[in-house]
Nanobody
Framework: QVQLQASGGGLVQAGGSLRLSCVAS????????WAWYRQAPGKQQELVAE????????NYAEPVKGRFTISKDSAKNTVYLQMDSLKPEDTAVYLC?????????????WGQGTLVTVSS
């Protein structure tokens, strides 16, 4: 019914940049909040950044502040994560998440994840 598709991951050297994208498709009435999570091997899933669709307020995890930027294109049902000054510790599977209204039901949906590998 609703599908989130993440893309943009890859291999990059420390100090480099990547831009992740996530597109929501399906019968979508509205998207309230977008978020990016990441999970590194052997580590707990971590909230990286989130953005509220109405107003555009953002929140970032401390380790990525000043380096990552979350943004959205509501007309395209798309969220982005611009990652600059990447560090090896940023290596993880990045997953997008969205709080979505489908007709009369509001719930969170997950994308499949995209792998970011930062080499040193």
């Amino acid at each position: 019914q609703v599908q989130l598709q993440a893309s943009g991951g890859g291999l990059v050297q420390a100090g480099g940049s990547l831009r992740l994208s996530c597109v929501a498709s399906g019968t979508i009435t509205g998207i309230y909040t977008w978020a990016w999570y990441r999970q590194a091997p052997g580590k707990q899933q971590e909230l990286v950044a989130e953005i509220i669709t109405r107003g555009g307020s953002t929140n970032y995890a401390e380790p990525v502040k000043g380096r990552f930027t979350i943004s959205k294109d509501s007309a395209k049902n798309t969220v982005y994560l611009q990652m600059d000054s990447l560090k090896p510790e940023d290596t993880a599977v990045y997953l997008c998440n969205a709080d979505i209204r489908v007709h009369f039901t509001r719930e969170k949906y997950w994308g499949q994840g995209t792998l970011v590998t930062v080499s040193s």
